[in-house]
Protein backbone atom coordinates (compact mmCIF):
# COMPACT_ATOMS: atom_id res chain seq x y z
CA UNK A 1 0.00 0.00 0.00
CA UNK A 2 1.64 3.62 -1.02
CA UNK A 3 1.76 6.52 0.90
CA UNK A 4 -1.47 8.75 1.68
CA UNK A 5 -2.05 11.69 -0.42
CA UNK A 6 -1.01 14.81 1.33
CA UNK A 7 -4.29 16.39 2.17
CA UNK A 8 -4.04 20.65 1.85
CA UNK A 9 -6.54 23.18 3.79
CA UNK A 10 -8.00 25.74 1.19
CA UNK A 11 -9.73 28.43 3.34
CA UNK A 12 -11.96 31.02 1.32
CA UNK A 13 -13.36 27.10 -0.41
CA UNK A 14 -16.56 28.86 -1.13
CA UNK A 15 -15.29 31.98 -2.99
CA UNK A 16 -14.66 32.69 -6.87
CA UNK A 17 -10.84 31.51 -6.29
CA UNK A 18 -11.04 28.72 -3.56
CA UNK A 19 -13.66 26.71 -5.84
CA UNK A 20 -11.11 26.28 -8.73
CA UNK A 21 -8.28 25.55 -5.98
CA UNK A 22 -10.48 22.88 -5.17
CA UNK A 23 -10.50 21.43 -8.11
CA UNK A 24 -7.19 21.88 -8.99
CA UNK A 25 -5.82 19.79 -6.37
CA UNK A 26 -8.35 16.81 -6.71
CA UNK A 27 -7.43 16.36 -10.34
CA UNK A 28 -3.76 16.28 -9.02
CA UNK A 29 -3.86 13.81 -6.22
CA UNK A 30 -4.57 15.56 -3.35
CA UNK A 31 -7.46 15.66 -0.41
CA UNK A 32 -8.85 18.47 0.23
CA UNK A 33 -10.05 20.37 3.46
CA UNK A 34 -12.33 23.03 2.04
CA UNK A 35 -13.43 25.96 4.52
CA UNK A 36 -15.77 28.60 4.02
CA UNK A 37 -18.92 30.03 5.34
CA UNK A 38 -21.02 29.21 2.55
CA UNK A 39 -22.80 26.20 3.83
CA UNK A 40 -24.41 25.13 -0.06
CA UNK A 41 -21.57 26.08 -1.78
CA UNK A 42 -19.31 24.06 0.65
CA UNK A 43 -22.05 20.94 -0.13
CA UNK A 44 -21.29 21.46 -4.02
CA UNK A 45 -17.67 20.55 -3.44
CA UNK A 46 -18.55 17.39 -1.40
CA UNK A 47 -17.12 14.00 -2.90
CA UNK A 48 -14.72 12.41 -2.83
CA UNK A 49 -11.17 13.00 -1.34
CA UNK A 50 -12.82 16.44 0.32
CA UNK A 51 -13.50 17.27 3.73
CA UNK A 52 -15.93 19.85 4.17
CA UNK A 53 -15.80 22.62 6.81
CA UNK A 54 -18.11 25.52 7.36
CA UNK A 55 -17.46 28.28 9.67
CA UNK A 56 -15.31 31.63 10.47
CA UNK A 57 -11.12 31.36 10.23
CA UNK A 58 -11.84 32.01 14.03
CA UNK A 59 -14.05 28.75 14.38
CA UNK A 60 -11.68 26.63 11.77
CA UNK A 61 -8.51 27.22 13.99
CA UNK A 62 -10.06 25.45 17.02
CA UNK A 63 -10.26 22.09 15.27
CA UNK A 64 -8.24 19.51 15.96
CA UNK A 65 -6.72 17.75 12.32
CA UNK A 66 -4.07 17.33 10.31
CA UNK A 67 -3.13 18.67 6.98
CA UNK A 68 0.17 18.97 5.13
CA UNK A 69 -0.66 22.60 3.33
CA UNK A 70 -2.90 25.41 3.03
CA UNK A 71 -3.84 27.52 0.23
CA UNK A 72 -5.19 30.85 2.06
CA UNK A 73 -8.07 31.94 -0.22
CA UNK A 74 -10.20 33.67 2.53
CA UNK A 75 -10.07 37.44 2.13
CA UNK A 76 -12.57 40.64 2.44
CA UNK A 77 -12.05 41.31 -0.85
CA UNK A 78 -14.05 44.62 -1.07
CA UNK A 79 -12.65 47.86 -1.92
CA UNK A 80 -14.41 50.32 0.64
CA UNK A 81 -14.68 49.49 4.09
CA UNK A 82 -12.81 50.29 7.69
CA UNK A 83 -9.30 50.07 8.30
CA UNK A 84 -10.94 47.94 11.76
CA UNK A 85 -12.46 45.40 9.75
CA UNK A 86 -9.88 44.69 6.78
CA UNK A 87 -7.33 44.14 9.46
CA UNK A 88 -9.84 41.91 11.82
CA UNK A 89 -10.31 39.96 8.30
CA UNK A 90 -7.18 39.87 6.29
CA UNK A 91 -4.19 40.13 9.06
CA UNK A 92 -5.29 38.40 12.30
CA UNK A 93 -7.38 36.57 10.20
CA UNK A 94 -4.08 35.26 8.36
CA UNK A 95 -2.47 35.00 11.59
CA UNK A 96 -4.53 32.69 12.96
CA UNK A 97 -4.60 30.89 9.76
CA UNK A 98 -0.52 30.36 10.23
CA UNK A 99 -0.53 29.70 14.14
CA UNK A 100 -3.40 26.81 12.78
CA UNK A 101 -1.29 25.90 10.05
CA UNK A 102 1.75 24.88 12.46
CA UNK A 103 -0.22 23.11 14.93
CA UNK A 104 -1.41 21.04 12.61
CA UNK A 105 1.88 19.85 11.14
CA UNK A 106 1.64 21.79 7.55
CA UNK A 107 4.79 22.18 5.85
CA UNK A 108 4.01 25.24 3.51
CA UNK A 109 1.13 27.87 3.38
CA UNK A 110 0.25 29.51 0.34
CA UNK A 111 -1.11 32.68 0.93
CA UNK A 112 -3.33 35.20 -2.04
CA UNK A 113 -2.31 38.53 -1.99
CA UNK A 114 -2.86 41.17 -4.52
CA UNK A 115 -1.34 43.04 -7.20
CA UNK A 116 -3.41 46.01 -6.18
CA UNK A 117 -0.40 47.16 -3.64
CA UNK A 118 0.95 48.44 -6.98
CA UNK A 119 -1.60 50.37 -7.63
CA UNK A 120 -0.83 54.03 -7.88
CA UNK A 121 -1.53 57.14 -10.66
CA UNK A 122 0.43 56.77 -13.90
CA UNK A 123 1.09 54.03 -16.04
CA UNK A 124 3.53 50.93 -15.10
CA UNK A 125 4.91 48.31 -17.15
CA UNK A 126 6.37 45.17 -16.23
CA UNK A 127 6.34 45.65 -12.68
CA UNK A 128 8.29 43.38 -10.61
CA UNK A 129 7.69 42.22 -7.55
CA UNK A 130 9.51 44.28 -5.29
CA UNK A 131 8.44 47.85 -7.13
CA UNK A 132 5.41 48.41 -4.81
CA UNK A 133 5.29 51.34 -1.93
CA UNK A 134 5.24 49.77 1.61
CA UNK A 135 3.32 52.66 2.55
CA UNK A 136 0.63 52.69 0.17
CA UNK A 137 -2.78 53.54 1.62
CA UNK A 138 -4.93 54.12 -1.51
CA UNK A 139 -7.46 51.64 0.16
CA UNK A 140 -7.71 50.04 3.72
CA UNK A 141 -7.73 46.87 1.15
CA UNK A 142 -4.32 47.41 -0.43
CA UNK A 143 -3.33 48.47 3.47
CA UNK A 144 -4.49 45.01 4.87
CA UNK A 145 -2.64 43.05 2.06
CA UNK A 146 0.65 44.63 2.76
CA UNK A 147 0.15 44.05 6.45
CA UNK A 148 -0.57 40.36 5.52
CA UNK A 149 2.72 40.13 3.07
CA UNK A 150 4.56 41.68 6.24
CA UNK A 151 2.92 39.11 8.56
CA UNK A 152 4.09 36.21 6.69
CA UNK A 153 7.91 37.10 5.87
CA UNK A 154 8.51 37.32 10.00
CA UNK A 155 7.38 33.54 9.54
CA UNK A 156 10.19 31.63 10.20
CA UNK A 157 10.90 29.31 7.48
CA UNK A 158 11.64 26.05 9.62
CA UNK A 159 8.10 26.51 11.23
CA UNK A 160 6.13 27.04 8.25
CA UNK A 161 7.55 27.70 4.78
CA UNK A 162 4.98 30.45 3.26
CA UNK A 163 5.08 31.73 -0.63
CA UNK A 164 3.01 34.64 -1.61
CA UNK A 165 1.05 35.09 -4.87
CA UNK A 166 -0.36 37.89 -6.57
CA UNK A 167 -3.04 37.10 -9.09
CA UNK A 168 -4.05 39.87 -11.55
CA UNK A 169 -8.11 40.69 -12.36
CA UNK A 170 -9.34 36.93 -12.59
CA UNK A 171 -11.81 36.12 -14.81
CA UNK A 172 -13.81 32.50 -15.03
CA UNK A 173 -17.13 31.44 -14.57
CA UNK A 174 -19.21 32.77 -11.86
CA UNK A 175 -16.62 35.74 -11.73
CA UNK A 176 -18.37 38.57 -9.15
CA UNK A 177 -16.47 41.08 -9.58
CA UNK A 178 -14.91 42.28 -13.10
CA UNK A 179 -18.11 42.05 -15.19
CA UNK A 180 -20.43 42.95 -12.73
CA UNK A 181 -18.73 45.87 -12.14
CA UNK A 182 -18.22 46.64 -15.77
CA UNK A 183 -22.27 46.04 -16.54
CA UNK A 184 -22.80 48.26 -12.96
CA UNK A 185 -20.63 51.26 -14.22
CA UNK A 186 -21.49 50.96 -17.89
CA UNK A 187 -25.61 50.99 -17.12
CA UNK A 188 -25.15 54.06 -14.62
CA UNK A 189 -22.44 56.47 -16.72
CA UNK A 190 -20.76 54.74 -19.32
CA UNK A 191 -17.16 52.87 -19.19
CA UNK A 192 -14.50 55.53 -19.06
CA UNK A 193 -12.53 56.14 -21.75
CA UNK A 194 -9.04 58.34 -21.27
CA UNK A 195 -6.55 58.26 -24.02
CA UNK A 196 -9.19 56.33 -26.46
CA UNK A 197 -8.03 53.54 -24.14
CA UNK A 198 -4.55 52.20 -25.87
CA UNK A 199 -3.49 51.42 -22.30
CA UNK A 200 -2.81 48.17 -21.94
CA UNK A 201 -3.80 45.68 -19.02
CA UNK A 202 -3.63 42.09 -17.67
CA UNK A 203 -6.07 39.49 -16.54
CA UNK A 204 -5.82 36.05 -15.46
CA UNK A 205 -8.14 33.43 -15.88
CA UNK A 206 -8.94 31.66 -12.69
CA UNK A 207 -8.00 28.26 -13.49
CA UNK A 208 -4.77 29.55 -14.28
CA UNK A 209 -4.27 31.02 -10.77
CA UNK A 210 -5.50 27.92 -9.44
CA UNK A 211 -2.20 26.14 -11.38
CA UNK A 212 -0.23 28.63 -9.56
CA UNK A 213 -1.15 27.51 -6.48
CA UNK A 214 -0.58 24.29 -6.54
CA UNK A 215 3.16 24.88 -8.56
CA UNK A 216 3.53 27.08 -5.46
CA UNK A 217 2.39 23.70 -3.07
CA UNK A 218 5.20 22.15 -4.82
CA UNK A 219 8.01 23.94 -5.99
CA UNK A 220 11.32 23.52 -3.89
CA UNK A 221 11.85 27.23 -4.86
CA UNK A 222 8.80 28.79 -3.82
CA UNK A 223 9.70 28.73 -0.39
CA UNK A 224 9.68 32.66 0.72
CA UNK A 225 9.44 33.23 -2.61
CA UNK A 226 6.55 36.11 -3.83
CA UNK A 227 5.08 36.15 -7.74
CA UNK A 228 3.44 38.10 -9.66
CA UNK A 229 0.18 35.78 -11.72
CA UNK A 230 -1.13 36.83 -15.00
CA UNK A 231 -2.10 34.87 -18.47
CA UNK A 232 1.05 37.40 -19.50
CA UNK A 233 -1.21 38.33 -22.50
CA UNK A 234 -1.75 42.21 -21.68
CA UNK A 235 -4.58 43.94 -24.23
CA UNK A 236 -4.99 47.47 -24.51
CA UNK A 237 -8.02 48.61 -22.38
CA UNK A 238 -10.24 49.13 -25.17
CA UNK A 239 -10.08 45.97 -27.02
CA UNK A 240 -10.63 44.00 -23.76
CA UNK A 241 -14.14 45.92 -22.96
CA UNK A 242 -14.85 45.57 -26.88
CA UNK A 243 -14.43 41.64 -26.74
CA UNK A 244 -15.88 41.94 -23.35
CA UNK A 245 -19.57 43.62 -24.00
CA UNK A 246 -19.50 41.54 -27.73
CA UNK A 247 -19.65 38.37 -25.99
CA UNK A 248 -22.11 40.20 -23.12
CA UNK A 249 -24.27 40.66 -26.27
CA UNK A 250 -24.99 44.39 -25.18
CA UNK A 251 -23.66 47.71 -26.74
CA UNK A 252 -20.79 49.33 -24.61
CA UNK A 253 -21.23 53.25 -23.97
CA UNK A 254 -17.87 54.84 -23.50
CA UNK A 255 -17.23 58.25 -21.79
CA UNK A 256 -14.50 59.90 -22.84
CA UNK A 257 -12.66 62.11 -19.96
CA UNK A 258 -9.35 63.14 -18.83
CA UNK A 259 -7.53 61.53 -16.19
CA UNK A 260 -7.36 64.70 -14.53
CA UNK A 261 -11.32 65.02 -14.21
CA UNK A 262 -11.66 60.88 -13.40
CA UNK A 263 -9.45 61.18 -10.34
CA UNK A 264 -10.34 64.49 -9.08
CA UNK A 265 -13.87 63.31 -9.09
CA UNK A 266 -13.15 59.80 -7.57
CA UNK A 267 -10.79 61.45 -4.74
CA UNK A 268 -14.20 63.91 -4.06
CA UNK A 269 -16.86 61.42 -3.92
CA UNK A 270 -14.45 58.86 -1.29
CA UNK A 271 -14.10 62.40 0.58
CA UNK A 272 -17.81 63.13 0.78
CA UNK A 273 -18.15 59.29 1.39
CA UNK A 274 -16.16 59.44 4.65
CA UNK A 275 -16.96 62.97 5.91
CA UNK A 276 -20.87 61.35 6.80
CA UNK A 277 -19.62 57.76 7.29
CA UNK A 278 -21.38 56.35 4.57
CA UNK A 279 -20.96 52.40 4.46
CA UNK A 280 -21.95 51.99 0.31
CA UNK A 281 -19.15 51.76 -1.55
CA UNK A 282 -18.30 55.32 -3.46
CA UNK A 283 -19.69 55.13 -7.55
CA UNK A 284 -15.79 55.97 -7.95
CA UNK A 285 -13.08 55.53 -5.98
CA UNK A 286 -9.48 56.39 -6.86
CA UNK A 287 -7.92 52.79 -7.06
CA UNK A 288 -11.16 52.16 -9.62
CA UNK A 289 -9.36 55.04 -11.99
CA UNK A 290 -6.05 53.37 -11.41
CA UNK A 291 -7.01 50.22 -12.96
CA UNK A 292 -8.95 51.52 -15.90
CA UNK A 293 -7.53 54.63 -17.05
CA UNK A 294 -3.70 53.83 -16.80
CA UNK A 295 -1.70 51.07 -18.35
CA UNK A 296 -0.60 48.34 -15.79
CA UNK A 297 1.38 44.90 -16.88
CA UNK A 298 2.93 42.53 -14.33
CA UNK A 299 5.80 40.72 -14.31
CA UNK A 300 5.64 36.93 -14.66
CA UNK A 301 9.10 35.72 -15.32
CA UNK A 302 9.78 34.91 -11.87
CA UNK A 303 6.14 32.87 -11.67
CA UNK A 304 7.47 31.19 -14.92
CA UNK A 305 11.47 30.12 -13.55
CA UNK A 306 10.86 28.95 -9.58
CA UNK A 307 7.14 27.80 -9.94
CA UNK A 308 7.43 26.55 -13.83
CA UNK A 309 4.25 28.57 -14.38
CA UNK A 310 3.21 28.38 -17.87
CA UNK A 311 -0.54 29.84 -18.38
CA UNK A 312 -2.53 26.94 -19.88
CA UNK A 313 -6.26 28.86 -20.53
CA UNK A 314 -5.86 31.64 -22.51
CA UNK A 315 -7.62 34.89 -22.15
CA UNK A 316 -10.22 35.04 -24.81
CA UNK A 317 -11.96 32.13 -22.78
CA UNK A 318 -11.79 32.91 -19.48
CA UNK A 319 -13.77 36.25 -21.09
CA UNK A 320 -16.45 34.52 -22.41
CA UNK A 321 -16.55 31.91 -19.55
CA UNK A 322 -17.17 34.97 -17.35
CA UNK A 323 -19.12 36.77 -19.90
CA UNK A 324 -21.90 33.86 -20.73
CA UNK A 325 -22.65 33.87 -16.84
CA UNK A 326 -23.64 37.26 -17.25
CA UNK A 327 -25.19 37.46 -20.49
CA UNK A 328 -29.35 38.53 -20.72
CA UNK A 329 -28.72 40.79 -17.85
CA UNK A 330 -29.38 44.17 -19.48
CA UNK A 331 -28.37 48.26 -19.36
CA UNK A 332 -30.78 49.43 -17.44
CA UNK A 333 -30.60 53.28 -19.76
Given at each position: ?97 VDFAKRSG ?55 ETVVLRPR ?165
Amino acid sequence: MGPASPTVLVTGATGFLGKYVVQELLDHGYRVLAAGRNRQRLASLQGPGVTTFAGSLTELSRQQVSFDGVVHCAALSTTWGSREEFYLHNVLGLQQVVDFAKRSGAQRLVHISSPSIYAQRGDRLNIREDEYDPANTLTNYIWSKLRSEELLAAVDSQELETVVLRPRGLMGAEDPSIVPRFLAINARFGVPLVNEGAHLIDLTCVQNVALACRLAMESPQAVGGTYNITNGEPRPFKELVDFMFDRLGQPVRYRRVSEAVLYGGAAALEGLYRTFNWVAEPPLMRYSVCTVAYAQTLDISRAREDLGYCPQVPLDQGIESSAAAHRGVGPSF
